[in-house]
Each structure stands twice: as C-alpha cells, then as structure tokens.
C-alpha cells in the first residue's frame, strides 16, 4: 500500500495474490483472491483476514473474485483444488450476503475444467463468462433465486374463519401456483 502517491510501497498481504475487488458500495471492504484463501479487508486494505466461510480444505486456493455490478452484496468466486494453476477440481462460488455464506453453482460437465477469472456482464448481471486455460472462454446462465408471491389474500381474517389465497414459486423454472385454504 502506498501512503505517498506511489513513490513507496508496502505489502499489507505477503503471499501470492491473484485478483482484488473493491466493493463499489462500500469502498473500505476489498476482497482478495490468494493461495492462502479468500481474504477481506474492511478497512480500505490496510489489512486483510482470512474469510471462515471459505475453507481451503474443501476449496482450495482462490484465484479469480468478481462483485454483480448491480448488487454488491453478490460475489462470485473461483477456487480450486490443489492450486489455482493445475487444479484437480474447479468451482464457481456465489454468496448473496458478502461473503457471510456459499453455495457452489454447478459447472457442468466440461472435461478439464479449468477456469482462471471470472467477469459478470454489467448489462445482464445473471451472465457469468470465464476465461478457460484449455478452452477458451465459457459463459454460463446463474439461474435467480426463488421468488415467492401470494395474491388474493387482502384485509384481515378473523381466527377459525376459513380463507383462501393463491401462492406463486418460481426458481428460474416454470410458475408452479398451488392454491389452499386456511
């Protein structure tokens, strides 16, 4: 980090570090993608701790950390087992809540497959494209999270009084209502 306008540096992470992303809703946390893991920094980077919610055991080594240009509580990352230049097994990470949890996102079947960073696309933030040591580039559709309505139901209920309401699910798949009675 520089604190003359770059005339010196010093390190504030020692290691091998493959990417950093800035949370551009809040520019003191930054986020690091490194051989020793995923690292977080609330405090404009001056210092980093590791993030518990990502064991290198189970993911390895991190190498590419991306934030959704609309939400940036969304975060994409890659990760791989041993390490990020000749992984045995890659994954796409995603957390909604910045880093707080994970889901992986399934990667298909691709043989080899070895993705080495990742970019979401700022038109359509749900387009997940990777650039592949072996293939190219990849991109990929992150279906969106389950929304939920109910509709028909309005004002109060007296209890013990039967009513009837129409609930929605969709989970990126067809609208399924289903309609009760309570």
Sequence with gaps: RSVNGGVSW????????????????????????????FLVSDNHGDS???SVSVPNAQYGATFSVELDPEASNTIYLLSGLPDPYQPTESFILRSVDRGAS??????????????????????SPTTVI???????????????DLVASISG??????????????????????????????
């Design 48 to 50: 980093f701790s590791p």
């Design 153 to 182: 139901l309005s004002g109060e209920r007296v209890v013990g009084t039967r009513s009837s309401f129409a609930m929605a699910a969709d989970n990126a798949e067809t609208w399924k209502e289903f309609r009760d009675t309570v």
């Design 10 to 37: 010093n390190p504030v992470h020692v290691g091998s570090v493959h990417d950093v992303a800035i949370d551009h809703s809040d520019s003191s946390r930054v986020y690091v993608a490194s051989n020793s893991g």
């Design 102 to 123: 994970w889901e992986r996102i399934p990667n298909g079947s691709l043989p080899r497959w070895v993705p080495s960073k990742i970019a979401i696309s700022p038109v």
């Design 130 to 144: 990777t650039s592949m040591q072996t293939r190219g580039i990849q991109s990929l559709e992150i279906a969106s």
